[in-house]
Nanobody
Framework: VQLQASGGGLVQPGGSLRLSCVASGRFVRANVKAWYRQAPGKERELVAEITPGGGTNYGVAVAGRFTISRDSASNRLYLQMNSLKSDDTAVYYC???????????????WGKGTQVTVSS
């Protein structure tokens, strides 16, 4: 089972990026549900998540600028990032609950991360 995040890169302040994450491998159900980020010297923090009821929750620093969405049929998660700031520079990770087989417990998986750099 793998979580693969993509879409990061170098962007100027005020620009936009769209991150994608896909779960692949052998499993019966994947709930790809959140984006986190970690900047150098800082702890990993929640950026955005899809709640169990299907709603969304955003970190204070990104609310109003970022939008999380999901295509459950293809096990894909997205993060549209607008009005990017230098403080958004970090490695962005996606997070998923995955059940490999019926009757087994759900496991937590982290993607390898994609680097987002906001700089002029």
């Amino acid at each position: 089972v793998q979580l693969q995040a993509s879409g990061g890169g170098l962007v100027q302040p005020g620009g936009s990026l769209r991150l994608s994450c896909v779960a692949s491998g052998r499993f019966v159900r994947a709930n790809v549900k959140a984006w986190y980020r970690q900047a150098p010297g800082k702890e990993r923090e929640l950026v955005a998540e899809i709640t169990p009821g299907g709603g969304t929750n955003y970190g204070v620093a990104v609310a109003g600028r970022f939008t999380i969405s999901r295509d459950s049929a293809s096990n894909r998660l997205y993060l549209q990032m607008n009005s990017l700031k230098s403080d958004d520079t970090a490695v962005y990770y996606c997070y998923s609950d995955i059940r490999r087989h019926w009757g087994r417990d759900v496991e937590n998986f982290w993607g390898k991360g994609t680097q987002v750099t906001v700089s002029s």
